[in-house]
């Protein structure tokens, strides 16, 4: 008997995903592209109905999005989906006269306010969402250009809505306890060294952990081509990463001076920052090193130092961090089991929504402030190196 009810179970489930991946083929112009009206997230009801339902809606929706999206909606599509349904699932003995209401709430709550797509889309999308009155999860950059930024994060202001930028690194569990470590134990922290090198063996890595990707011809796209002006292709998509967490550990950068170096494929910068606290700092951002991928940054204090390794984020493992107390005369390094800051990253974000916790992840004026380090980095390029202070900069990537 209980063979047959969970040959039953697997069949709907089965049932389930193939209605998904169908009625997003169907309806192909409205399911996929900039903005999205899924007719198959209605299914994302179901879970009311057995817990067996999330398994089904939630692979339905990983592979329409593999077969006819980007690699964005594939991750984040998929677990606004699974967030969606697993909260349907909690809620489905919630009842107003018979009826599951609240149950039916958060396919409308969790598919509203993620957005990840081309860099020129961020802002004209989360602009849409933002006067649909919906709080927003945007993808980093947070725009291509400083005014963009600045209209988005007031319009965010204005509705007292939350507007939170995808730098998931801040949720890198490794990291996190390195910035807790550098706050209470550090002292005085005079130097910061970071560094972001791609690798040219990443994409042989990622083919073996990414799903196969397909391309539809509905897709949208940016006119003309982002990456055939690579120096701003790598500085928005890769230089994003290294300013963020330069950011997350240091606070404010103050200006910049820059060098650039480009041969053959191999693109690098080498970046003095100074930072409002009086601390000094370089970065390194390189695309791409013969060699394995290679990211990282120590921190210097008066009574400490932080060294960090950082992996390609597709192995979803946490930062390897060594924390050396002066006081102590001891190293420590946290276990850091939970490697998967996406998740973690999409919970912060509800946690500050739904229970009031104080914003973890990257807010508006983080983002813009990781704009103007990489228009300042990029002016500093044009000029000479000269330093350039980030409250002058203006303008676009």
């Known amino acids: 008997m209980n063979q047959n009810s969970s040959v039953r179970k697997l069949v709907r489930c089965g049932v389930v995903a193939a209605i998904y991946v169908v009625l997003c083929m169907a309806l192909q112009p409205l399911s996929y592209g900039a903005v999205q009206v899924r007719v198959a997230e209605a299914l994302c009801l179901l879970p009311v109905f057995g817990a067996e339902y999330i398994a089904g809606v939630v692979l339905g929706c990983f592979l329409a999005n593999l077969l006819g999206s980007t690699i964005v909606d594939v991750i984040f599509g998929t677990l606004a989906t699974l967030l969606a349904c697993l909260v349907t699932y909690k809620l489905r003995n919630v009842r107003f006269k018979g009826l599951a209401i609240a149950a039916s709430l958060p396919p409308v709550l969790f598919n509203a306010v993620i957005i990840g797509i081309g860099d020129q889309f961020h802002v004209p999308c989360a602009r849409q969402a933002i006067l649909a009155g919906k709080h927003v999860l945007l993808e ?33 569990e490794g990291l996190q306890f390195a910035k807790k470590f550098k706050e209470e134990k550090m002292g005085q922290v005079t130097t910061y060294k970071g560094w972001y090198c791609d690798s040219i063996g990443r994409y042989t890595l990622t083919d073996n952990v990414m799903p196969v990707l397909y391309s539809s011809e509905n897709m ?107 006081a102590t005369e001891t190293s420590v390094s946290p276990a850091a089991f939970d490697g998967q800051f996406y998740r973690r990253e999409l919970e912060g974000f509800a946690d500050t929504i739904l229970k009031g916790v104080p914003q973890e992840g990257a807010s508006a004026e983080d983002g813009m402030m990781v704009m103007r380090a990489l228009i300042a980095t990029y002016q500093s390029v044009q000029q000479g190196g000269v330093w350039v202070n980030l409250a002058d900069v203006k303008g676009a990537l």
């Open 140 to 172: 980093k950059p947070m725009g291509v250009s400083l005014e963009e930024c600045e209209e988005l994060k007031n319009l965010a202001e204005e509705k007292g809505l939350v507007l939170q930028i995808g730098h998931m690194k801040r949720f890198d």
């Open 220 to 326: 949208k796209k940016p006119a003309g081509n982002p990456k055939a002006v690579l120096d701003h292709y790598y500085l928005l998509g890769h230089g994003s990463h290294l300013f963020d967490t330069a950011l997350y550990f240091m606070g404010p950068i103050t200006r910049v001076a820059a060098r650039y170096v480009h041969t053959e494929k191999l693109h690098s910068w080498l970046i003095d920052c100074d930072f409002a606290s009086g601390a000094i700092g370089t970065l390194d951002l390189t695309i791409a090193i013969a060699q394995k991928w290679h990211e990282g940054c120590e921190i210097y204090g008066t009574d400490g130092t932080v060294f960090a390794k950082t992996y390609n984020p597709w192995e979803f493992r946490s930062s390897e961090v060594e924390c050396f107390d002066k």
